[in-house]
Nanobody, 125 residues
Framework: QVQLVESGGGLVQAGGSLRLSCAAS????????MGWFRQAQGKEREFVAA????????SYADSVKGRFTVSRDNANNTVYLQMNSLKPEDTAVYYC??????????????????WGQGTQVTVSS
């Protein structure tokens, strides 16, 4: 059974940092692109960041560019999202996702076929 499990969410003040982790089990995704999405209350799930199979290519939403960094450790089947300079508008449930077909990052949700259960990030002003 394939599972993606996020961790590292929590409550932080504006300007602070958090590091999210996503651990995959049940299969390896070392040849696949991985992504992070988020969903704020009452809003659609949106793209945040994605990374290619070896980590050499990354993609970011304009709203997080320069503040968030996506990385991966294929030896441990884990993907990370380092979030700095957090703002209240970053408050959302953050989801990790895997694209079992493509090796290079896509922004569209439809490319991702494995999803984690999400982790809550709350940024207070």
């Amino acid at each position: 059974q394939v599972q993606l499990v996020e961790s590292g969410g929590g409550l932080v003040q504006a300007g602070g940092s958090l590091r999210l982790s996503c651990a995959a089990s049940g299969r390896t995704f070392s040849s696949n692109a991985m992504g992070w999405f988020r969903q704020a209350q009452g809003k659609e799930r949106e793209f945040v960041a994605a990374i290619s199979w070896r980590g050499g290519v990354t993609s970011y939403a304009d709203s997080v560019k320069g503040r968030f960094t996506v990385s991966r450790d294929n030896a441990n089947n884990t993907v990370y999202l380092q979030m700095n300079s957090l703002k209240p508008e970053d408050t959302a449930v953050y989801y990790c996702a895997a694209d079992s077909v493509n090796s290079y990052p896509r922004r569209q949700r439809s490319y991702y076929d494995y999803w984690g259960q999400g982790t809550q990030v709350t940024v207070s002003s």
